[in-house]
T-cell receptor, first 115, second 114 residues
């Protein structure tokens, strides 16, 4: 079956612009996570959704970052007034439900470049 | 806070065993994971170990956990060129509400040469 998909695969924008990054989780997965991976680093947690609600947004770096999941499936990560430091690969992961090993399946990521 | 550390680079000869090491700080970690990342690809879960286990073997992969020293290792037997990738160690903290927040190390780049 289909895995986690993310669009676009690459996004180049100018400093100060607004961007949206989309994540399509595996069908039936209720848990959805966003991570950010800077160059040469491991992924860092941003936000976790259980269903439609953001249960933990403690990793969002500041209020320029916001994410939604209105119908409990597709999620959009929104970044306002982008800065060069926002350049990174944004990874989405989903899991069947929180519990047990909660194996998270990752998408290929969106590479965001802010010029 | 939580921290996961790994050596950054490992070079091995094809056919030899590779051992990638990781240390973590959160003694309440429930599960520890090894992920593989190939160029341009997402993270692929290789294996995981529950924190009350010492060892787990899965085909060519052996995971050893020393909970006292908070040390985790991944051994790849008969390393092949296709194993060349970045390997991430991750710990999970179990939160009320039953979800895992993964804390990753910076990754170990494994280079396999003939």
């Amino acid at each position: 079956g289909a895995g986690v998909s993310q669009t676009p695969s690459n996004k180049v924008t100018e400093k100060g612009k607004y961007v949206e990054l989309r994540c399509d989780p595996i069908s039936g997965h209720t848990a959805l996570y966003w991570y950010r991976q800077s160059l040469g680093q491991g992924p860092e947690f941003l936000i976790y959704f259980q269903g439609t609600g953001a249960a933990d947004d403690s990793g969002l770096p500041n209020d320029r970052f916001f994410a939604v999941r209105p119908e409990g499936s597709v999620s959009t990560l929104k970044i306002q007034r982008t800065e060069r430091g926002d350049s990174a690969v944004y990874l989405c992961a989903s899991s069947l439900s929180p519990g047990g090993t909660d194996t998270q399946y990752f998408g290929p990521g969106t590479r965001l470049t802010v010029l | 806070g939580e921290d996961v550390e790994q050596s950054l680079f490992l070079s091995v000869r094809e056919g030899d065993s590779s051992v990638i090491n990781c240390t973590y700080t959160d003694s309440s970690s429930t599960y520890l994971y090894w992920y593989k990342q190939e160029p341009g690809a997402g993270l692929q879960l290789l294996t995981y170990i529950f924190s009350n286990m010492d060892m787990k073997q899965d085909q060519r992969l052996t995971v050893l956990l020393n909970k006292k020293d908070k040390h985790l290792s991944l051994r790849i037997a008969d390393t092949q060129t296709g194993d060349s990738a970045i390997y991430f160690c991750a710990e999970s903290s179990w939160f009320s509400g039953g979800y895992n927040k993964l804390i990753f190390g910076a990754g170990t780049r494994l280079a396999v040469h003939p």
